[in-house]
């Protein structure tokens, strides 16, 4: 018995990182998978190897958003999960952040969430319920600088997830979100992109990133991205089954305060 028997869930942002693994351990767990992304030849490489349905999605848009429900039913008649993960990151100090930057952050990481949930709550609600998990940061829940835009985005996405949570819970619907704090994926680590320019891999730049977090982190070490998934996995299943409208921290414990040591 999978925890995810029976479900079918639509992860956007799901070609790699965190958006990766949470398909791969969702199909694990007896799901039927939408992984959705806008890097096509990964998406499709992906779905093909895990046994799930690539579908081209970009969040920003709406008219992506109601092809892809058009493809999830017509694939499996009814929809009734969604991990709004995709994200982009730019980093700049306020005052020299172009207004088209801030508005692209916007449009895909909190638009994005918003058209998720608009679009597919009707579906999930003809289902007879299921859940949304929304992908904010630990940055949605205090101030970090050089991310203005991606911070203010991802503090609006619990702002959504509460809304929403309240909103849809007449509708059998939970809406929950989590809040990584440092994970090791191309966001946090663009080396991984190109690992030919990097004869490790990444490997150099993640024991850099180790270094950093070591001193910020309590429990001493980025994240991995199968732990978010784990958590989403939590969110998406039965075993949250009393929790609705809650931000869940992912971060070693980097949010719970600084050490005067
Ligand atoms: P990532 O860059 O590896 O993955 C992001 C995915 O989103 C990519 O597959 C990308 O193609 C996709 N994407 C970007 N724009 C899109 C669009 N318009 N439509 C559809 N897909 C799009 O990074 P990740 O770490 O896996 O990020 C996943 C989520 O986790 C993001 O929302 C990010 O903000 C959040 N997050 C990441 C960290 C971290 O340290 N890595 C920390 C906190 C939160």
């Known amino acids: 018995m999978g925890k995810l028997d029976g479900r079918v869930v639509l992860v956007t942002g799901a070609a790699r990182g965190q958006g990766e693994q949470e398909a791969r351990l969702f199909v694990a767990e007896g799901a039927e998978v939408l992984v959705a992304d806008v890097l096509d030849d990964q998406g499709e490489a992906l779905a093909k190897e895990i046994g799930a349905r690539y579908v081209h999605l970009d969040v920003s848009l709406e008219e992506d958003w109601r092809a892809a429900v058009a493809a999830a039913t017509s694939a499996y008649g009814r929809i009734d999960g969604l991990v709004n993960n995709a994200g ?19 449009q895909v990481n909190q638009v994005g969430v918003f058209l998720g949930i608009k679009t597919l709550a009707p579906e999930i609600a003809a289902a007879g319920g299921g859940t949304i998990v929304n992908t904010a940061s630990y940055a949605g829940l205090t101030g970090m600088a050089m991310v203005g835009a991606y911070s203010a985005t991802k503090h609006a996405i619990i702002g959504l997830t509460r ?45 850099a990133l180790d270094g950093l977090y070591r001193k910020l982190v309590p429990l001493g070490r980025i994240g991995r991205p199968e732990e978010v998934a784990r958590l989403a996995l939590f969110l998406t299943g039965e075993d949250s089954s009393y929790i609705t409208g809650q931000p869940f921290v992912i971060d070693g414990g980097w949010l719970a305060g600084v050490s005067v040591l």
């Open 163 to 207: 809304v929403a949570a309240l909103e849809l819970a007449a509708k059998g619907i939970r809406v929950n979100a989590v809040c990584p704090g440092a994970i090791d994926t191309a966001m946090s680590n663009p080396a991984r992109l190109d690992p030919g320019a990097d004869p490790t891999g990444g490997a150099a730049a993640s024991e």
């Open 88 to 106: 982009i990151l730019r980093f700049n100090e306020l005052v020299d952040t172009p207004l088209e930057e801030f508005q692209r952050v916007v």
